[in-house]
């Protein structure tokens, strides 16, 4: 249930909200054009969307968009209250702040993806800033529209220095360039980067488990498997193609050591990657 609330407005819309929840409560987010950045100042909450789950501890924070359905935050602990404060970016107030160019942040990214949400960690500049935002609940005849202004643009700037921005950049440039792509492009499009299995049920907006369901049922092999493979077919055709070093080449090839990619290589193919290359070059 709702203990108490407090917000501001902005431009006629809501930007800043103080939520005091007792469990066992439950939001559901709106179809909307917008992005929310989620604070839990006490207690946990657990997002949860049609397909995935991710618990937020105190002091740590959520973005997610709001243009699909289906996505909300709950707690059922019955011995844990909770305080939540929620800054919510709308797209067309974003345009007349800056009206010149939108940050870079929002604009869109390189990466084929369909992640919607990130848990942002504890991060020493958010939390002042949520205590900054503390004050002003405190004094709201302090507030004005300059002021929430300067609130917007310190979060934006705080996101985009955050060890998690390239993510966060993903989420929030759907907000002016939304796209969404299929299993099979998300894959492709990360086949050779340093990509868990995680990682990519992430991207595709799924659980770990739903996601090595959907791969089985769509390239009949685990995940682990498949990208493995695919990855030493690559590396052997660019030892023989090009003069790369061997670190390079397993690098470039999504795998993170090279003792690991030796091994993995003469396993698959009887040899090692240097008398691969010296044996097919003949």
């Known amino acids: 249930m709702i203990a108490g609330y407090k917000k501001f407005e902005l431009f006629g819309k809501t930007f800043i909200q103080k939520v005091d929840v007792k469990p066992p409560f439950e939001f559901a987010f709106p179809v909307a054009e917008q992005a929310c950045f989620l604070y839990m100042l006490k207690g946990e909450m657990e997002y949860q969307s049609a397909d995935d789950h991710l618990k937020i501890p105190t002091h740590h924070s959520l973005l997610l968009n709001c243009i699909n359905s289906g996505k909300q935050i709950h707690n059922t602990d019955a011995g844990s209250d909770g305080e939540i404060v929620i800054v919510t970016f709308h797209p067309d107030i974003l345009k007349k702040v800056y009206d010149k160019e939108i940050p870079f942040i929002f604009q869109s990214s390189s990466q084929v993806t369909n992640q919607s949400r990130r848990a942002v960690n504890n991060d020493f500049l958010i939390q002042k800033y949520i205590e900054g935002l503390l004050f002003y609940f405190e004094n709201p005849s302090l507030v004005n529209d300059e002021i929430l202004i300067l609130k917007l643009k310190e979060i934006i700037l705080l996101l985009s220095q955050t060890q998690d921005a390239e993510t966060i950049q993903v989420i929030l440039s759907q907000l002016f360039s939304p796209a969404t792509y299929t299993f099979k492009q998300i894959i492709a499009a990360n086949l050779f980067s340093q990509t868990s299995v995680e990682d990519l049920a992430q991207k595709t907006n799924l659980s770990v488990s739903s996601f090595k369901r959907e791969f089985k049922k769509l390239y009949n092999d685990s995940p ?8 030493l077919e690559r590396a052997a055709e660019l030892l ?37 290359r010296s044996l097919n070059s003949l």
């Open 240 to 276: 023989l193609a090009s003069g790369e070093r061997i670190t390079d080449i397993a690098f470039d090839c999504g795998f993170n050591d090279l003792a690991g990619f030796t091994k993995s290589f003469h396993d698959k193919y009887n040899v090692s990657p240097t008398n691969y």
């Open 224 to 231: 682990a498997n498949y990208i493995k493979t695919k990855r």
